[in-house]
T-cell receptor
């Protein structure tokens, strides 16, 4: 297995634009997590899914953020409209027992 | 609410030293604890997973212990090398969530 795959690796966008981050989890893993990492706040859990169902989205900072998992092999995190304070590295992780992380998407909103 | 703390926040040691990194959590009702390594600009790499019923796990020069009753885990690195330089994070699985500590930034100099 290629591991957790995230795209794009880097994204630079202007304030107000829509941003979509993508994640392909490891096949057979039943949990998927979206995290945001910044120097100030460390790793923050945004939302997680079990068997494609959102379980806890209490970490999603605002209504501008939304996440979907239409099937077991794909998830998206969308920010609309984006703001400069959303600039961070966004990680996706999947897990059966042990969690594995993707390489992250570095988002810069200017 | 589960809180995970890591001490020290940063550590700089000469090559060859044996190291202990600490992780504390406030709620002992965890399913497992995982140690990760993160290199600058990279994703998280899983090092060790300790199930709640286990006391320790070993992988090469790494040994992780878990004391649920006291809410503590330690990561022991034997004979440290410059290639061990990275940020080390612990994470507990609490219900289904994976909750991270703040990390210990380790630098091993030749």
């Amino acid at each position: 297995d290629a591991g957790v795959i995230q795209s794009p690796r880097h994204e630079v966008t202007e304030m107000g634009q829509e941003v979509t981050l993508r994640c392909k989890p490891i096949s057979g893993h039943n949990s998927l997590f979206w995290y945001r990492q910044t120097m100030m706040r460390g790793l923050e859990l945004l939302i997680y899914f079990n068997n494609n169902v959102p379980i806890d989205d209490s970490g999603m900072p605002e209504d501008r953020f939304s996440a979907k998992m239409p099937n077991a092999s794909f998830s998206t995190l969308k920010i609309q409209p984006s703001e400069p304070r959303d600039s961070a590295v966004y990680f996706c992780a999947s897990r059966e027992t042990r969690a594995f992380f993707g390489q992250g998407t570095r988002l810069t909103v200017v | 609410k589960q809180e995970v703390t890591q001490i020290p926040a940063a550590l700089s040691v000469p090559e060859g030293e044996n190291l202990v990194l600490n992780c504390s959590f406030t709620d002992s009702a965890i399913y497992n604890l995982q140690w990760f390594r993160q290199d600058p600009g990279k994703g998280l790499t899983s090092l060790l997973l300790i199930q709640s019923s286990q006391r320790e796990q070993t992988s090469g020069r790494l040994n992780a212990s878990l004391d649920k009753s006291s809410g503590r885990s330690t990561l022991y690195i034997a004979a440290s090398q410059p290639g061990d330089s990275a940020t080390y994070l612990c994470a507990v699985t609490d219900t289904d969530k994976l909750i991270f500590g703040t990390g210990t930034r380790l630098q091993v100099f030749p």
